[in-house]
């Protein structure tokens, strides 16, 4: 079982947003600003989309965004793509021993 | 360009021992926290461990923890894994990751590896 939880699929047409929820608690996604976002191709290692909640690293389109309310993050897809078909996975910092947390990930199909 | 490279990776009984290594380049080494995270077969990615850059700062999932030893040599731009009584649930692809930062708090890991197979079976 995954500390934070993710949507275990979600989908959408070319062209549209799509959003991915991560919930966690106040120990983790609700207590601290370091959220980030990673997206996996198949056979792929995973790919960083956005850290400290909603900071894109140089050459991630603006497409991605990221946000936090509460203990819930969310990654927004705008404009969606083919290529954005993906597993994507949350991570925190977490207060506890672990230090770290991944979400269980969701695949996202582009229809 | 950043490069990581895991090696060590391989088949290993229960209860068995491997070593993991990830040669790094590109970046000044020791300016940078580093990870190992885990993906087994067809499952999510799971977290492992954390060092800070001074190597004085580790962390670990409590599923290794008591288990599982990193370390650094910054002298080598070299990352390691010690991974003993090993367990048929610790197979996996293992990734070294390189964070955003010293001390390692952000979860953002901007670089990887791509990973090295570990397969724990009798």
């Known amino acids: 079982q995954s500390a934070l939880t993710q949507p275990a699929s979600v989908s959408g047409s070319p062209g549209q947003s799509i959003t991915i929820s991560c919930t966690g608690t106040?120990?983790?996604?609700?207590?601290?600003?370091?959220v980030s976002w990673y997206q996996q191709h198949p056979g792929k290692a995973p790919k960083l989309m956005i850290y400290e909640v909603s900071n894109r690293p140089s050459g991630v389109p603006d497409r991605f965004s990221g946000s936090k309310s509460g203990n819930t993050a969310s990654l927004t897809i705008s404009g969606l793509q083919a290529e954005d078909e993906a597993d994507y996975y949350c991570s925190s910092y977490t207060s506890s021993s672990t230090h770290v947390v991944f979400g269980g990930g969701t695949k996202l199909t582009v229809l | 360009e950043v490069q990581l490279v895991e090696s060590g990776g391989g088949v290993v009984q229960p209860g068995g021992s491997l070593r993991l290594s990830c040669a790094a380049s590109?970046?000044?080494?020791?300016?940078?926290?580093m990870h190992w995270v885990r993906q087994a077969p067809g499952k999510g990615l799971e977290w492992v461990s954390l060092i800070s850059g001074d190597g004085g700062s580790t962390y670990y999932a409590d599923s290794v923890k008591g288990r599982f030893t990193i370390s650094r040599d910054n002298s080598k731009n070299s990352l390691y894994l010690q991974m003993n009584s090993l367990r048929t649930e610790d197979t996996a692809l293992y990734y070294c990751?390189?964070?955003?930062?010293?001390?390692?708090?952000?979860?953002?890991?901007?670089?990887w590896g791509q990973g090295t197979l570990v397969t724990v079976s009798s």
């Open positions: 590109g970046f000044t080494f020791d300016d940078y926290a």
């Open positions: 106040s120990s983790d996604v609700g207590g601290y600003n370091y």
């Open positions: 990751a390189k964070d955003i930062d010293f001390v390692g708090a952000t979860t953002g890991f901007d670089y």
